[in-house]
């Protein structure tokens, strides 16, 4: 008993006909013939009433295609659960503090694992570092070294804040500005910055912060308001054909340092992961 033999058994219940069944599964008449022929003496029991016209599906029939529906059904259970399978052990969590060292991670997997997917969560340090303990996340982007034994942890990239500052601002000609001189004005920022945000609330109390959510959105008001705005060493140059000037922010809290951690004993593709984003 083969499980092409039940999908021809539902094709027949299906269509009414051997041969509209013969048809949608590319077959000859003859072939699905002798292979419903083959499944019958399997069974010790014909499953057809057949004239020489036609054939009918019987009582036998009937109970054929409802077991074969149920065999077809759990085939189709277990393809998808062993593809969901599949996708979550190609899926990767990343509890990060921030976009930017997420998309360095992830065009260092794509080039070296292709087919790996990296899913980021963006929380606070402690909640990054809490879920990487717990095993909650596969790998953990911080502004600290995680430095346990049962850690391994490494540098990846350092990130700078720059105020975005239309042409005709007060400080675009400045060659440097701090928070001191941005507070009280108001600001563009878009939303799940991460630590950004806090910082940015810390440093300027004094600030009217407009938060956006919607990239397209945010992008169309950088483009069309005055409103300061913000960018990285990241993300200036894809924002450099616009009417602003990037000027950098001198404070201590306007750099980033990101280091990537895992555990120790992680499954061995997060270990290659983390190896090859350390060389």
């Not at 051997?18 to 069974?43: F, V, Y």
């Not at 599949?86 to 930017?100: D, E, F, K, S």
């Not at 899913?119 to 340090?125: I, R």
Request: hydrophobic fraction near 45%; glycine fraction near 2%.
């Amino acid at each position: 008993m083969e499980l092409e033999q039940m999908r021809q058994l539902d094709a027949i219940a299906r269509r009414g006909t051997i041969s509209a069944a013969a048809e949608e599964l590319h077959l000859s008449q003859p072939a699905l013939s002798r292979s419903i022929k083959r499944l019958e003496r399997e069974l010790g029991q014909e499953l057809f009433d057949r004239t020489h016209n036609s054939a009918t599906l019987n009582d036998a029939g009937r109970l054929a295609v409802d077991h074969a529906r149920n065999l077809l059904r759990d085939e189709r259970m277990m393809l998808d659960a062993f593809a969901d399978l599949a996708r979550r052990q190609r899926t990767l969590l990343v509890g990060t503090v921030a976009p930017a060292p997420v998309w360095h991670l992830t065009a260092l997997t794509v080039e070296r694992f292709p087919g790996t997917l990296l899913n980021p969560v963006t929380l606070p340090e402690d909640e990054v570092e809490r879920r990487l303990m717990n095993r909650s996340v596969d790998l953990a982007i911080t502004l600290r070294p995680m430095i346990l034994p049962t850690m391994h942890s490494v540098q990846i990239m350092h990130e700078d804040l720059y105020a975005f500052l239309p042409q005709g601002h007060r400080l675009a000609s400045c060659d440097t500005v701090s928070f001191a001189d941005l507070d009280g004005e108001s600001f563009l920022v878009l939303s799940e910055v991460g630590f950004w945000m806090d910082m940015l609330r810390r440093n300027m109390p004094h600030a009217n912060i407009v938060e956006q959510a919607d990239r397209s959105v945010f992008e169309q008001l950088v483009r069309t308001t005055e409103l300061i705005s913000f960018v990285t060493n990241i993300t200036h140059e894809s924002r450099s054909n616009l009417d602003r000037v990037a000027v950098p922010i001198a404070d201590a809290d306007a750099h980033a340092t990101f280091y990537l951690s895992t555990l120790a004993d992680a499954p061995q593709r997060v270990q290659d992961i983390f190896a090859w984003a350390s060389r």
